[in-house]
């Protein structure tokens, strides 16, 4: 049985800094593009950070500079790291696994079951 869970998400004033973590099971998750999404209210679901079978990386451009992506291989868990929030990346945000080599056009088979994040400004 395949799961992602996220967990870290909350709520933080503009400016401030998060950490969201995703542990993987049931997968073998270096074989798969593993990312980052997020969903404003009113908004499509957005990619925002991934990782390809390689190790390679792509951002989004709304997050670069503020957000990292990261991985711990050891323990089967993805990170990222959101510095400089901003009120509009409240989102319900979403681990990912699938196929692809750019976080903004990929095949998701396995989502997570999200974890809110909300910024006030």
């Known amino acids: 049985q395949v799961e992602l869970v996220e967990s870290g998400g909350g709520s933080v004033q503009s400016g401030g800094s998060l950490r969201l973590s995703c542990v993987v099971s049931?997968?073998?998750?270096?074989?798969?593009?593993m990312a980052w999404f997020r969903r404003a209210p009113g908004k499509e679901r957005e990619g925002v950070a991934g990782?390809?079978?390689?190790?390679?990386?792509t951002y989004a451009d709304s997050v670069k500079g503020r957000f990292t992506i990261s991985r711990d291989n050891d323990k089967n868990t993805l990170y990222l790291q959101m510095n400089s929030l901003k009120p509009e990346d409240t989102a319900m945000y979403y681990c990912?696994?699938?196929?692809?080599?750019?976080?903004?056009?990929?095949?998701?088979?396995?989502w997570g079951q999200g974890t809110q994040v909300t910024v006030s400004s």
């Open positions: 049931g997968i073998t998750y270096r074989h798969y593009f």
């Open positions: 990782f390809d079978k390689d190790g390679i990386i």
């Open positions: 990912a696994a699938g196929a692809g080599t750019i976080v903004t056009d990929m095949v998701v088979f396995y």
